[in-house]
């Protein structure tokens, strides 16, 4: 029985006529209490699909359980469909294996080749995928994948939030794919600015030479607040970025900002200042804590630990000015709070950073809720406040539960990331810290529960303990790129593969003591470019890989800004651009700003609207346990209902985004020197941002902080 897609029910297997392989009884303990335990079925060395059933007078329950030696690895794009069979225990693959696949309303038979591997390049794209080895079953449903696009817009603004009757500065580029790579496009773009469904004003603005365009709205005096979008429209492409409009109320406008420019320690309370347009006006306040610093867009979801941390009136003195402080935590923990003060219906909103360090960590985990004994993956990015990454640092992780404490080290690559694992994380709850000292100690933290039985995904669920080197951090088109993976404990081959919106070019490596090396060829192609590695170890395939990081026309770059000094004298005329990259002559636009940006006024995250995922991996045999649908005997589960009693809404946890304050906003052509800047005439601590849109399609972002003294 197949029962496809993840809306269906799941039903029940008849086994009253089927002759049980085994008999077995099994006694709970004692005590009205409702605990997993663990049993083990008595099936040998049996290998196929069981259906096992526990009945208790006429209650019964079934679980399915599939039990095989066959593992199953799907490499997906939009164009191809590679499928890896191999024996999970040989770690050899097996060839001339028989995979039945399901596409349209027929199914297809294939076999391997001598290396296991099976492709399907027709439409349309199987939906279930069934590999038979003996009496072992491997299979996979084949997920859809979008067409890569056309065309890409990407649009980015000098702040992510604007006062009601302010100014909204807009940059960005429009990119269309030729013969398979991006190229700048040519034309007009359509740039128009909305909230909701009504429209405020739209400019026809032509694409230059590097493809890109720049323009600015005023923002109606009378416009609520609220957040707008900004929509731009170019080559057949449409991209859009949201600011948040901060409104009046009459001669009423209000401003907040923090009171130690932008070097607030984080052992003191956070001051606050206030202003409001005239005096004696009462002020409500709102400020929301997240215990992580976000050095780029946050993550999807409330963060852990993100909470309202406080809130307060304030009365403005005769001038409208007041300063708050806000209470400082005592956990030892980074802080990104954001701040809303109301009054009368005129709001303000920013965004504060409060750092440990001269570093921002940010760490994930693979799964926030997992089963026992499954090895708890996490990962560890650190960069530099400046946005660039923290490469060879060493993070410091940390897994705590109650008195229990597991330490381990890791090296961070040359992106500033590393994975690792705990192998052995207690029941309940647990706490996991990832440290790094840079003029500091930065840390970030996170929750994971540990349960007895818990649900896994088999997509995308990439390995920590594979790893995997390149011999050089940069290459060409056409450049031999040779791959070194390693995994402890591996048997037989492993699979090297080069992914891309081209398709995947696989090769297979023998492993020594867990090591393979395999060659394979650069080559450009439009989106996310990866190097991708599977090994068997223990019954279990595991997985992981890389980002290729390509020099030529059409691909992201993150680069250093080219600046002659870290500290200015005011108003100096200096030149800016980025270094580290060969893409020649190009539109620059250039921010001198006081604080951090976010949200649509970061450049860097600009660079992922180039970098699009074109691969996806299914993996039949993952390290984690996956646990199939149960059902009871006669094909229904017990119902259970449940409720929340509120008497109000839950609390809004949402982080404001940074008011940046730009002093400085250039967007002009020029050449790989750059394009020449004044300082700011103000003395104090600024932040640079650099977004280069070159005329060969490519697009390279990076900031620095400076000084002018």
Not at 222 to 231: C, E, I, M, Q, R
Not at 354 to 373: H, M, N, Y
């Amino acid at each position: 029985m197949l029962t496809a897609g993840s809306n269906a029910r799941p039903r029940a297997v008849a086994t009253a006529r089927r002759h049980p392989v085994a008999r077995f009884n099994f006694t709970p303990p004692g005590g009205y209490q409702f605990q997993s335990n663990e049993i083990d079925v008595p099936l040998g060395t049996r290998e196929g699909f069981f259906v096992v059933e526990a009945r208790r007078g006429n209650v019964g329950e079934q679980v399915w359980i599939n039990r095989t030696r066959v593992g199953l690895l799907a490499k997906e794009t939009p164009g191809s469909l590679l499928l890896w069979g191999v024996d999970l225990g040989t770690g050899m693959p097996l060839a001339r294996m028989r995979v039945q696949f399901v596409a349209g309303n027929a199914f297809t038979t294939l076999t391997t080749d001598g290396d296991g591997l099976v492709r399907w390049n027709r439409s349309p794209r199987p939906v279930f995928a069934l590999a038979q080895w003996g009496k072992s079953y491997a299979f996979l449903s084949p997920l859809p994948q979008a067409p890569f696009p056309s065309a890409i817009v990407g649009v980015r603004t000098e702040s992510a939030v604007v006062h009601a009757g302010g100014t909204v500065r807009v940059a960005g580029f429009a990119r269309t794919r030729v013969r398979g790579v991006l190229r700048a496009s040519t034309g007009t773009a359509i740039v128009s600015i909305r909230s909701g469904a009504h429209s405020i004003a739209q400019h026809q603005v032509p694409l230059d030479a590097a493809g890109a365009f720049s323009t600015s709205f005023t923002v109606p005096p009378s416009s609520p607040a609220g957040d707008y979008t900004v929509l731009a429209q170019a080559a057949g492409g449409i991209g859009g970025a949201t600011v948040h409009v901060d409104g009046n109320a009459g001669d009423l406008s209000l401003e907040v900002a923090a009171d130690c420019n932008g070097s607030c320690e984080p052992g003191n309370d956070l001051p606050l200042r206030v202003h409001a347009s005239r005096g004696d006006v009462v002020v409500a306040l709102t400020v929301v804590r997240s215990p992580h610093v976000y050095v780029g867009d946050p993550p999807d979801g409330t963060a852990w630990a993100t909470s309202r941390w406080y809130e307060t009136s304030v009365r403005t003195d005769a001038g409208g000015n007041a300063v708050v402080n806000v209470p400082h935590p005592n956990d030892d923990l980074p802080s990104t709070y954001g701040v809303h003060v109301e009054a009368n219906g005129a709001t303000a909103d920013t965004r504060v950073v409060v750092a440990t360090a001269r570093a921002a960590v940010r760490l994930t985990v693979d799964r926030p809720e997992q089963s026992l004994g499954t090895p708890l993956g996490f990962s560890v990015d650190a960069t530099r406040l400046d946005g660039s990454p923290l490469s060879g640092a060493t993070a410091y992780v940390r897994l705590e539960h109650g008195p229990s404490v597991q330490q381990q080290q890791i090296v961070l690559d040359r992106d500033g990331h590393a994975r690792g694992s705990f192998t052995a994380p207690p029941l309940g709850t647990d706490m996991i810290f990832a440290g790094v000292d840079d003029g500091g100690r930065a840390v970030d933290a996170a929750q994971v529960q540990i349960d007895p039985q818990a649900s896994a995904p088999d997509v995308d669920g990439a390995s920590p303990n594979v790893h995997i080197a390149l011999d050089r951090s940069i290459y060409r088109t056409g450049d031999d790129i040779a791959v070194h993976a390693r995994v402890s404990g591996a048997q037989g081959v492993a699979l090297i593969t080069s992914e891309s919106a081209l398709g995947i070019d696989a090769r297979i490596a023998r492993t020594s003591a867990g090591d393979a090396t395999a060659h394979l060829r650069a080559s450009d192609a439009a989106g996310e470019l990866r190097i991708g590695a599977a090994f068997v170890r223990d019954g279990v395939i595991a997985w992981s890989s890389v980002p290729l990081s390509l020099e030529a026309p059409g691909r992201p770059h993150v680069a250093p800004v080219a600046i002659s000094g870290e500290s200015f004298a005011p108003g100096q005329a200096v030149r800016i651009g980025l270094g580290s990259t060969a893409a020649g002559p190009g539109t620059f636009v250039v921010r001198i700003s006081k604080g951090t940006s976010s949200g649509s006024a970061l450049f860097g995250s600009a660079l992922a609207l180039l970098a699009i995922g074109v691969t996806t991996t299914q993996n039949s045999s993952p390290e984690s346990t996956t646990w199939h649908p149960w059902v009871d005997s006669t094909g229904n589960h017990a119902q259970i209902l449940g409720f929340v009693r509120r008497s109000q809404p839950p609390p809004d946890v949402a982080l404001a985004q940074a008011d940046t304050g730009a002093v400085t906003w250039s967007v002009a052509h020029g050449g790989n020197g750059g394009v020449g800047i004044a300082m700011p005439q103000a003395s104090g601590r600024y932040t640079v941002s650099v977004l280069e849109i070159a005329d060969d399609g490519s697009v390279s972002a990076g900031s620095a902080t400076i000084a002018v003294r």
